[in-house]
């Protein structure tokens, strides 16, 4: 087991809106903003990619988000408009090109998909290539954390992400050296129940007075809070350095089949 540090915020309470705090924490422009609900919004169930390789009017991305709220995303009134605006700018009809929000980048047109400007080509592997990182995947265990073609656990991002959110760099990066404190997208609440249980998952919503999470086996659970006597955010990366438990060859195998998946939004 890992070792996992958790930050106590809080016990219960009116203050639980602070929780929060990292979610929504101050981003000045709009866009930003529109982005990290985004993220934080849609990211818990599937990967992003899917959603952002497809083209959609406004219309088209309101249906989108009512059908996701429907199978248990969870959004405001105002942070659904957020999303819907986000999306529409982003990736709206004729929008050929990913418009890498944050950093400001020019699209660039790639064929007939796209990926974000001064980001590489994203590298073709052969059969072979594909079928040894996949077992590698499956043998170092990464799906007791992370997910992928559907398999796997909710605990840390969908693996068919990486290629789309970062460079071969940061890839190989998160693999040999990975940050000790986890991105805000990708942290978990730690709730304790007055009778003892202990659940860890990834939040997706709260309201006066429920909290919705997703666990790692992907259930969607809902727990009142005046059942709860502890409820903490869950900081500390738990993914372990792979520097000593792969060569060098597959390292850089496993690094080059995620890099190859950025764009296509497809598994390989
Ligand atoms: C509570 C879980 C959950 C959340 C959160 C969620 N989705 Fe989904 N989404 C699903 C399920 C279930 C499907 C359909 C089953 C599947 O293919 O995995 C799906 C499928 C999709 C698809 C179709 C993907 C494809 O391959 O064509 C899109 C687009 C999508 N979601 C967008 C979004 C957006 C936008 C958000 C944020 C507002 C979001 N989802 C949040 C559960 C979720
Ligand atoms: C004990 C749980 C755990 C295991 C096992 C694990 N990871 Fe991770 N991984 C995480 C978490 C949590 C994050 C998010 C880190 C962050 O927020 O910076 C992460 C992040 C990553 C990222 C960066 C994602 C991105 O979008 O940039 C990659 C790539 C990755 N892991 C690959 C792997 C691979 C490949 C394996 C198996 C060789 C593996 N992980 C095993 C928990 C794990």
Request: charged fraction near 20%; include cysteine.
């Amino acid at each position: 087991m890992c070792h996992v540090r958790y930050r106590r915020l809080l016990i219960a309470g009116p203050i639980f809106g602070l929780a929060f705090a990292f979610a929504s924490h101050a981003q000045s422009a709009p866009e930003e903003q529109g982005r990290a609900t985004f993220q934080r919004t849609c990211s818990p169930c599937h990967k992003t990619s899917r959603i952002t390789t497809h083209r959609l009017s406004r219309a088209g991305w309101e249906n989108v988000v009512d059908n996701m709220i429907s199978r248990g995303a969870k959004a405001t009134p105002d942070e659904q408009e957020q999303i819907v605006s986000y999306l529409t700018a982003n990736f709206g009809v004729g929008r050929r090109a990913f418009k890498n929000a944050a950093s400001g980048e020019q699209p660039a047109k790639l064929g007939k998909r796209s990926v974000p400007a001064m980001m590489p080509p994203a590298p073709t592997l052969d059969d072979s290539q594909i079928a040894r990182a996949k077992q590698l995947i499956k043998s170092k265990d990464c799906l007791s954390c992370h997910r992928m073609d559907g398999q796997g656990s909710f605990a840390g991002p969908d693996l068919g992400d990486a290629g789309a959110n970062s460079s071969a760099r940061q890839i190989r990066a998160s693999l040999v050296s990975p940050k000790e404190e986890l991105a805000p997208q990708n942290r978990s609440v730690k709730l304790v129940t007055h009778d003892g249980n202990t659940v860890i998952g990834k939040l997706l919503n709260q309201d006066g007075f429920t909290v919705q999470l997703i666990d790692a086996t992907g259930h969607l659970l809902t727990f009142q809070k005046e059942d709860l006597r502890e409820f903490t955010i869950v900081t500390a990366n738990s993914m372990p350095s792979y520097a000593n438990k792969l060569t060098p060859q597959d390292l850089s195998l496993l690094v080059k089949y995620l890099e190859a998946l950025r764009g296509t939004g497809q598994q390989q």
